[in-house]
């Protein structure tokens, strides 16, 4: 099978799970869950769940045992770029080609229906219907997804991103800066597919987190590069919308050919520490290469 079609059957899949697990859009409060189920069924390339999927199926664990931390991980996703589009953030009107939530909805119940994502991610993670993670994997993966979503993880790294705007950062400083905003969640994913199973080792598991922390860089510096030549109707969001803003990236700041080599150096790291998995991970480097030749 090759990676889209990988894609294709889990993107279906996970679509199907947060669709059965989202609260349903015609309980009260209607327009919050409306707004839940808008946020999160909008689109997109399900690039976190599917590393649920894909680690989870380099350690020989079932695909249903991974359907709720991969909804868990997709509902902190999408409470993630709901807030970071509101007018105090980035301000931003187009997310995956449509009104962003706020402005399908309003500020406030955008706001609310943020919140209620992330709050409903953890109940996935500790009331999971299917029994099939044992207390002390979902309490692991609670630890792991709280974590990456804290203030030294990815709302950490919103809150550097947002200091940093106007201002000259170096290369040291950009990196740490998107360790956080968006590799911590890229970590998190992986961590989330490989607590599924009940046996790794210690090394499997730095082996793993070697691999997901590369290719967590490489998809900002794609993002960034994307943001520079990718037109708004195939990017989803306003093209330039960064530099508008005056944000830091890695084309600003190393250049836009240096930028494209780094992702590249990114992606053969990433490969390179998966070099002791069997086929059953070749998903998991083809992804990888898909990261940097995403056209959005």
Do not use: W
Not at 200 to 223: M, N, P, V, W
């Amino acid at each position: 099978m090759t990676l889209q079609e990988f894609m294709s059957l889990y993107q279906q899949r996970i679509n199907q799970a947060l669709t059965q697990h989202l609260p349903a859009p015609h309980i009260l409060p209607v327009r919050l869950h409306e707004a839940m189920h808008y946020a999160v069924l909008n689109g997109g390339k399900r690039v976190r769940p599917l590393l649920v999927y894909l680690t989870g199926q380099a350690l020989n664990v079932a695909p249903d045992v991974l359907d709720i931390p991969a909804c868990a991980v997709e509902c902190i996703h999408a409470y993630s770029l709901v807030h970071d589009d509101l007018p105090a953030m980035d301000d931003d009107d187009l997310r995956r080609g449509k009104p962003t939530c706020h402005k399908a909805f309003d500020e406030a119940t955008a706001i609310l229906a943020g919140d209620a994502l992330q709050a409903h991610a953890f109940y996935l993670l500790t009331h999971d219907p299917t029994q099939q993670l044992s207390p002390a994997q979902r309490l692991a993966m609670v630890e792991a997804l709280s974590l990456a979503s804290s203030s030294r993880g990815m709302v950490g790294g919103q809150m550097i991103d947002m200091e940093a705007v106007g201002k000259n950062l170096n290369a040291a400083e950009l990196e740490n800066m998107h360790i956080h905003k968006t590799g911590a969640l890229i970590r998190a994913s992986v961590k989330l597919g490989a607590l599924a199973s009940p046996n790794f080792s210690e090394e499997t598991f730095e082996q793993l987190d070697r691999y997901a922390k590369c290719i967590g860089l490489a998809f900002q510096i794609q993002d960034d590069i994307l943001d520079v030549e990718a037109p708004t109707e195939t990017l989803g969001k306003k093209q330039g919308a960064d530099t508008a803003l005056n944000k830091p990236t890695y084309p600003s700041i190393i250049g836009l050919q240096a930028s494209k080599q780094m992702a590249i150096e990114l992606i053969e790291q990433a490969v390179q520490a998966l070099q002791t998995f069997d086929q059953r991970a070749d998903p998991l480097r083809e992804l990888a290469h898909y990261i940097i030749k995403r056209a959005y």
